[in-house]
C-alpha cells in the first residue's frame, strides 16, 4: 500500500475512530489516529498527512483550534482540513469556514458522501500542487 494518501482521523469518540478508520482503511487509506486537540497538531507535523478529518468537540484543544493553527501555519497551510461533526448549525459551518476548513460533514453522515468529500478534496489539493 505505498503510495496510498494518509489520513489524519482526529476524534475523542473510539466509536467513530474505529468505524470511519475501518471505512477509510477499506478504501484504500493509510489512517493515522489523534484522540483529541493537541495529540492532533504533533501527528500532523509527524505524519505529515494528506488530509485531516477532524471532529469539533474535543479535549485539549477543539477542532476549531486545531484547524487555525494548521491553517495559519505556513509550511501546513495547504494541507486540505474536513470537519467531521455532530455540531452541524449553520454557525457551526460558518465558524468551521470562518477558520479555514476546506469542507463540512456532519454526523450521522452516509460514507460514500464523505468518501466523495474526501476524493475531492484530495484531487483539488493535488492539482494546486502540480
Same mark, same amino acid.
Given at each position: 500500500m505505498s503510495g496510498a494518501?494518509?489520513? /489524519? /482521523?482526529v476524534d475523542d469518540d473510539h466509536a467513530t475512530l474505529k468505524y470511519v478508520g475501518l471505512i477509510?482503511?477499506?478504501?484504500?487509506?493509510?489512517?493515522?489516529v489523534a484522540h483529541d486537540g493537541e495529540e492532533a497538531l504533533l501527528k500532523v507535523r509527524e505524519s505529515r498527512p494528506d488530509l485531516v478529518l477532524l471532529d469539533i468537540i474535543m479535549p485539549r484543544k477543539n477542532g476549531y483550534q486545531v484547524c487555525r493553527t494548521i491553517k495559519e +501555519?505556513?509550511?501546513?497551510?495547504? /494541507?486540505?482540513?474536513l470537519m467531521l461533526s455532530a455540531k452541524s448549525q449553520p454557525? +457551526?459551518?460558518?465558524?468551521?469556514?470562518r477558520v479555514g476548513a476546506d469542507g463540512f460533514v456532519a454526523k450521522p453522515f452516509d460514507?460514500? +458522501?464523505l468518501l466523495r468529500e474526501i476524493h475531492a478534496l /484530495?484531487?483539488?489539493?493535488?492539482?494546486?500542487?502540480s
Open positions: 494518501k494518509t489520513i /489524519l /482521523l477509510l482503511e477499506n478504501e484504500g487509506y493509510r489512517v493515522v +501555519d505556513e509550511t501546513l497551510r495547504t /494541507l486540505p482540513v454557525s +457551526d459551518r460558518f465558524w468551521a469556514k460514507p460514500a +458522501d /484530495l484531487q483539488k489539493s493535488q492539482l494546486a500542487v
